[in-house]
Nanobody, 116 residues
Framework: QVVESGGGLVQPGGSLRISCEGS????????LRWFRQAPGKSRELVAS???????NYADAVKGRFTVSRDNFKNMLYLQMSSLKPEDTAVYYCNAFNAYGEAIFDWGQGTQVTVAL
């Protein structure tokens, strides 16, 4: 399973780092992804990082978010800066194989709220 943590309330323009820990299977060989889901909206892809460490970002977060991974600790991170109210969502992570199949059961996510 995966467990997301580190969410919270932050003011616009602030920063936050959220984490994802995997158990039961190692992260090393897999593509890792962060998604988010805002109220009333579908889940959207935020960032990906390949097994080799190459990142990709959605246009909405490019230049503000940084994804990283620590294979030794089986951890995935998302450093979020210059946060906007529209970044408010529940953030989820998972690992994916070459067929695009999720490796872990989805976790509960971590709530990020950007507001005054």
């Amino acid at each position: 399973q995966v467990v997301e943590s580190g969410g919270g309330l932050v003011q616009p323009g602030g920063s936050l780092r959220i984490s994802c820990e995997g158990s039961g299977s190692i992260f090393t060989p897999y593509l890792l992804r962060w998604f988010r889901q805002a109220p009333g909206k579908s889940r959207e892809l935020v960032a990906s990082i390949s097994s080799g460490g190459s990142p990709n970002y959605a246009d909405a977060v490019k230049g503000r978010f940084t994804v990283s991974r620590d294979n030794f600790k089986n951890m995935l991170y998302l450093q979020m800066s210059s946060l906007k109210p529209e970044d408010t969502a529940v953030y989820y992570c998972n690992a994916f194989n070459a067929y695009g199949e999720a490796i872990f059961d989805w976790g509960q996510g971590t709530q990020v709220t950007v507001a005054l």
